[in-house]
């Protein structure tokens, strides 16, 4: 099977989440979401490349971009229930009160 092809569907998953960043920028909870499936793609690429180059270490890299990945959704997401508490609203427009 050609690479060019196997490889084509990362890189569609990352620029599909790319796009959805620059075109959500009303919704933090889409920016988000979006980020996450740009490092599944990244992720996916890493899985990839390894199996192709028959190596472990992209299967290593991809289960700490995994846990990376995990520990900033819990702490994004904690933050905006705080800021969702404190505003009523998770607007990105409004994100300057977050300011010390």
Known sequence: ???VII????????FIGLIGVF???KNIILIIICVELMLLAVNFNFLLFSYFID???GQIFAIFVLT???AESSIGLAILVCYYRITG????EFLNYLQG
Do not use: E, G, H, Y
Request: charged residues 10%.
């Open 1 to 3: 099977m050609n690479i």
């Open 55 to 57: 190596d472990a270490l």
């Open 68 to 70: 990376v990945a995990a």
């Open 23 to 25: 075109t959500n920028r």
């Open 7 to 14: 490889i084509s569907l990362p890189f569609l998953l990352f």
């Open 89 to 92: 609203t998770v607007a990105v």
